[in-house]
T-cell receptor
Framework: AQKITQTQPGMFVQEKEAVTLDCTYDTSDQSYGLFWYKQPSSGEMIFLIYQGSYDEQNATEGRYSLNFQKARKSANLVISASQLGDSAMYFCAMEDYKLSFGAGTTVTVRA | KAGVTQTPRYLIKTRGQQVTLSCSPISGHRSVSWYQQTPGQGLQFLFEYFSETQRNKGNFPGRFSGRQFSNSRSEMNVSTLELGDSALYLC????????????????FGPGTRLTVL
């Protein structure tokens, strides 16, 4: 069974600063995918970034980057140059035909 | 390309009633998955449909069922509603190419917020 752990229930970050959201996972599979989603208060789940277990490079998508440490089983999301619109809930997830989600981290960006 | 659409966006039902939720996937996506999100249990997988067949199922009672049509649109039905069924129901679609586990990105719709009174 796959398990995702996000230990930070909430975080505050100043506008234009970077923030790191922690995610650790547990799986016995050799091949797996890790995803980060953003959920604003409207409820829609927005795909941000993907990291495959065999990818040698850390994934980046614009202001989002994933700090993937396979030996530690961690996949932390880094949001650079935070904007007010980044205020939302962020979920780390693992896919094995279905998505298993962590509990999420609420990010509040302050002006 | 249009995203995943879900209807209705909001629903209010009473205990014992049944409800049907609809999901239209991104064009070309053949896999549709359903998730339930509640404050207490978080996000939980309900089931996945691919080419009109249920491929995976989560740990939910038989009151929760679904189906997929030939155009990949999917419906989810909950019978004999209970107060605990109040939740945000999210639908996600994906290509489900033959790349193996961990290679498929799921794209979500806006969700249907169900309130059971």
């Amino acid at each position: 069974a796959q398990k995702i752990t996000q230990t930070q229930p909430g975080m505050f970050v100043q506008e234009k600063e970077a923030v790191t959201l922690d995610c650790t996972y547990d799986t016995s599979d050799q091949s797996y995918g890790l995803f980060w989603y953003k959920q604003p208060s409207s409820g829609e789940m927005i795909f941000l970034i993907y990291q495959g277990s065999y990818d040698e490079q850390n994934a980046t998508e614009g202001r989002y980057s994933l700090n993937f440490q396979k030996a530690r089983k961690s996949a932390n999301l880094v949001i650079s140059a935070s904007q007010l619109g980044d205020s939302a809930m962020y979920f780390c997830a693992m896919e094995d035909y279905k998505l298993s989600f962590g509990a999420g981290t609420t990010v509040t960006v302050r002006a | 390309k249009a995203g995943v659409t879900q209807t209705p966006r909001y629903l209010i039902k009473t205990r014992g009633q049944q409800v049907t939720l609809s999901c239209s996937p991104i064009s070309g996506h053949r896999s549709v998955s359903w998730y339930q999100q509640t404050p207490g249990q978080g996000l939980q997988f309900l089931f996945e449909y691919f080419s009109e067949t249920q491929r995976n199922k989560g740990n939910f009672p038989g009151r929760f069922s679904g189906r997929q049509f030939s155009n990949s649109r999917s419906e989810m039905n909950v019978s004999t509603l209970e107060l605990g069924d109040s939740a945000l129901y999210l639908c996600a679609s994906s290509l489900r190419l033959a790349g193996g586990p961990g290679t498929d990105t799921q794209y979500f719709g806006p969700g249907t917020r169900l309130t059971v009174l």
